[in-house]
């Protein structure tokens, strides 16, 4: 039988692998913000990939970025049905906590973790398929619980160790605000049309708001002198923003406020904010959120007032990679070798056993000598080798050998000891470490 050698395929453009060592971080990242989570009494939720694409025309609204440009759309080849993969998780888990009527007894603190999905141009810090950790409360009307996701949000930076990261805020007000400065923003923009690029000109009477958030340098001037929504908010609604201050302020918790700050989607009112580093270049909001009380009942559920963030995964862990943060490859306790029939036998047997004990057993596989095997034993970390050969064999033993306390020496004992002994020497070498 002949072979024909073929291409390799590759993965999807801005859609990148996460490789072990990579993932190994994430997996100390994602216990990391799983603790921090919990001790706001936030619990998971877990939502489909693939939503109806309705879902997101009117979740995220029709002239926005993601839904015009970015969103990965098909229809399903057996029934028809438009579908998208997700862009986002906001309007996944509102359709679901209406689905399941979750808030009809009580409001819900919920989270999710997993990848989204945006065809953009791929560069450093933006990809095609990303990663958010989603944070939402709903059923809230806050302003408090604005201001506990806010410093949520300081005390991660801290548990992740980052500096640097600052807090931008704004408030939205409520629609009928934003519609009268809509009208002024608009008239403003008119009057100085011909400094408006094509992006600029598309927005003007679609999403003018929008064009606030460009990232055009050009616009920056007149953007600047633009009517700023905050002098259009009435009196319930500055109350709001003060009462959010006010708890930023007792915790002395630094902000600015940035009145072009807009978000990039159209749910949100009131209480907006970023999370801004500018140790990653152009792509520096690693956290952004707020409050959108329209949207429960937008999405064909009993009017509720929610409040949320989400956290682009890719750019805090560039981030804690730039700050030197880098976790310990995780070793296992023993790395076993064998040789012979009986010996591998026997191996198996004490790879379970130790196991059983809560020991991690890295059993060579695939054969070798002794030799190659103990330089594999000594590469993979591990604190011990344990060797069967048919000597062992024959007698239920093996022998036992620290590999990395130059002092210990190897020493023969029964697979029924060896559980015990490792263990003990765990212990000592902790302590050991400890005393240092
Ligand atoms: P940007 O202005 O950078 O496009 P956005 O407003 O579209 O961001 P959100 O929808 O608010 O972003 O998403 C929340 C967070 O998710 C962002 O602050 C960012 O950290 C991350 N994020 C968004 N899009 C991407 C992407 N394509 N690749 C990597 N991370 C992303
Ligand atoms: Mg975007």
Request: glycine fraction near 10%; charge should be negative.
């Amino acid at each position: 039988m002949s072979q024909t050698h073929q291409a390799a395929i590759q993965s999807v453009k801005g859609m990148p692998d996460i490789l072990p060592a990579e993932a190994e971080f994430w997996e100390l990242f994602e216990d990391t913000v799983r603790s921090w989570l919990k001790a706001y009494g936030y619990r998971p939720i877990r939502m489909p990939i693939v939503e109806p694409t309705p879902l997101f025309k009117r979740a995220i609204g029709e002239v926005t970025d993601i839904v015009e440009k970015e969103m990965y759309s098909f229809i399903d080849s057996l029934n028809g049905e438009p579908l998208t993969l997700r862009p986002e998780g906001t309007a996944g888990c509102v359709r679901a906590v209406i689905q399941h009527s979750l808030i009809a007894q009580q409001p819900q603190r919920l989270y999710y973790m997993g990848p989204m999905f945006r065809h953009e141009r791929p560069q450093k810090g933006r990809y095609r398929q990303f990663h958010q950790v989603g944070v939402e409360a709903l059923g809230c009307a806050g302003p408090d619980i604005d201001a506990e996701m806010i410093l949520m949000g300081a005390r991660l930076w801290a548990d992740l160790g980052l500096e640097g990261i600052e807090l931008q805020l704004n408030s939205l007000g409520q629609p009928d605000e934003r519609a009268r400065h809509r009208a002024e923003l608009i008239a403003y923009f008119e009057a100085h049309a011909e400094l408006l690029d094509e992006d600029g000109k598309r927005r003007l009477h679609t999403n003018p708001l929008r064009i606030l958030d460009s990232k055009n340098p050009a616009l920056q001037e007149l953007c600047a002198a633009a009517p700023k929504l905050i002098d259009y908010l009435g009196e319930a609604s500055l109350a709001h923003f003060e009462g959010v201050q006010r708890v930023l302020k007792d915790a002395g918790l630094p902000y600015t406020i940035n009145p072009r700050l807009v978000r990039g989607l159209d749910y949100y009112n009131l209480t907006v904010f970023e999370w801004v580093t500018d140790r990653l270049g152009a792509q520096g909001t690693v956290c952004a959120g707020g409050r959108y009380d329209g949207l429960v009942g937008q999405l064909g559920g009993k009017p509720a007032p929610a409040c949320g963030f989400a956290m682009g995964v890719e750019r805090l862990i560039a981030l804690i990679k730039d700050a030197g943060g880098e976790p310990a490859a995780p070793a296992p306790d023993v790395y076993l070798v064998h040789q012979g029939e009986a010996a591998t036998r026997l191996a198996f047997r004490t790879a379970e056993g130790l196991r059983d004990q809560g020991i991690d057993v890295l059993l060579h596989c695939g054969g070798g000598s002794f030799k190659s095997q103990m330089k594999k034993a000594d590469g993979s970390g591990a604190a011990f080798a344990v060797i069967i050969g048919d000597d062992e064999a024959a007698t239920g033993e093996a022998q036992l050998k620290p590999l990395r306390d130059e002092g210990a020496g190897q020493r023969k004992l029964k697979v029924d000891d060896l559980a015990a002994a490792i263990v003990d020497q765990l212990i000592d070498a902790n302590q050991a470490d400890d005393e240092e």
